[in-house]
Nanobody
């Protein structure tokens, strides 16, 4: 059974930082590109970060909003089957549910986590 379990969300003040984690099980994690998305109420889900299977091959970030570039950093630890999202200088508009996605190489399917809530507020 495939599971992606996010953690690390919560309430943070503007300007603060959070580090999200997503632990995968049931997949050969090292072969999957990993992505973080977010979805705010009433808005479409949007990609905020991507990382290749080895973490060494840059993935074009043309689809990543300018609003998060330079503030959000994705990393991974293949020994722990875990992907991280470091978020700095958080703003109220970063408030959303953050979800990780395992993008499987063909013919393998992709998988979603259940999400973790991030709220940026005074």
């Amino acid at each position: 059974q495939v599971q992606l379990v996010e953690s690390g969300g919560g309430l943070v003040q503007p300007g603060g930082s959070l580090r999200l984690s997503c632990v995968a099980s049931g997949i050969a994690f090292r072969f999957y590109s990993m992505r973080w998305y977010r979805q705010a109420p009433g808005k479409e889900r949007e990609l905020v970060a991507s990382i290749s299977p080895t973490g060494k091959t840059p993935i074009p970030d043309a689809d990543i909003p300018d609003a998060v570039k330079g503030r959000f950093t994705i990393s991974r630890d293949n020994a722990r089957d875990t992907v991280y999202l470091q978020m700095n200088s958080l703003k109220p508009e970063d408030t959303a549910v953050y979800l990780c996605y395992a993008d499987g190489p063909p013919p393998f399917a992709g998988y979603w986590g259940q999400g973790t809530q991030v709220t940026v507020s005074e």
